[in-house]
T-cell receptor, first 111, second 112 residues
Framework: GQNIDQPTEMTATEGAIVQINCTYQ??????LFWYQQHAGEAPTFLSY????GLEEKGRFSSFLSRSKGYSYLLLKELQMKDSASYLC????????????FGTGTLLAVQP | DVKVTQSSRYLVKRTGEKVFLECVQD?????MFWYRQDPGLGLRLIYF???????EKGDIPEGYSVSREKKERFSLILESASTNQTSMYLC???????????FGPGTRLTVL
């Protein structure tokens, strides 16, 4: 089967660092996306990992371990505007290679 | 600026009505998707299409149908709306060469 596991909620302080973990089991796998979704808005692309290791993009970094079925999103120098849901979405592989979305982690950044 | 647009941001319908949700993308993408999003359940795929006139069922197709007559347009149809179809509906598109999905702003549908 296919399963995505992320924490439901997290809280962090402005200026701090937070790591959002995602474990996945999919019947196929090509890569993994992270999306950010503010309340009432559409998801927007944050990062994409194909190879093992860390991809850094400004304050946001994403890590992938294909052998462990594990990824994390690292947010540094947290700002209030980072309060949002973060969705882990592995590519399921196969002919259609759809994204499989987790339920998301709701991050609350406090002053 | 790339764009996916949806016909309505908010929609209120009565039980039993036929409902059309329209999605248009301007990126010449082959793939288009319809999701619904409910609290605690995340994004669930209803239907997707990888070409004009082609469609595939997603995880929760019951009670829905779709139409793709033109490459840029993908419609979701609720043949007879029910209260359990009250939800946020999100359309997305992607190219065949790269799987990043671009989302529309969403339609919040309420069925009374």
């Amino acid at each position: 089967g296919q399963n995505i596991d992320q924490p439901t909620e997290m809280t962090a302080t402005e200026g701090a660092i937070v790591q959002i973990n995602c474990t996945y089991q999919t019947s196929g796998f090509n890569g993994l996306f992270w999306y950010q979704q503010h309340a009432g808005e559409a998801p927007t692309f944050l990062s994409y990992n194909v190879l093992d290791g860390l991809e850094e993009k400004g304050r946001f970094s994403s890590f992938l371990s294909r052998s462990k079925g594990y990824s994390y999103l690292l947010l540094k120098e947290l700002q209030m505007k980072d309060s949002a849901s973060y969705l882990c979405a592995p590519e399921g592989g196969g002919a259609t290679n759809k994204l499989i979305f987790g339920t998301g982690t709701l991050l609350a950044v406090q002053p | 600026d790339v764009k996916v647009t949806q016909s309505s941001r908010y929609l209120v319908k009565r039980t039993g009505e036929k409902v059309f949700l329209e999605c248009v993308q301007d990126m010449d993408h082959e793939n288009m998707f319809w999701y619904r999003q409910d609290p605690g359940l995340g994004l669930r795929l209803i239907y997707f299409s990888y070409d004009v006139k082609m469609k595939e069922k997603g995880d929760i197709p019951e009670g829905y149908s779709v139409s793709r007559e033109k490459k840029e347009r993908f419609s979701l149809i609720l043949e007879s709306a029910s209260t359990n179809q009250t939800s946020m509906y999100l359309c997305a598109s992607s190219s065949i060469s790269y799987n990043e999905q671009f989302f529309g702003p969403g339609t919040r549908l309420t069925v009374l």
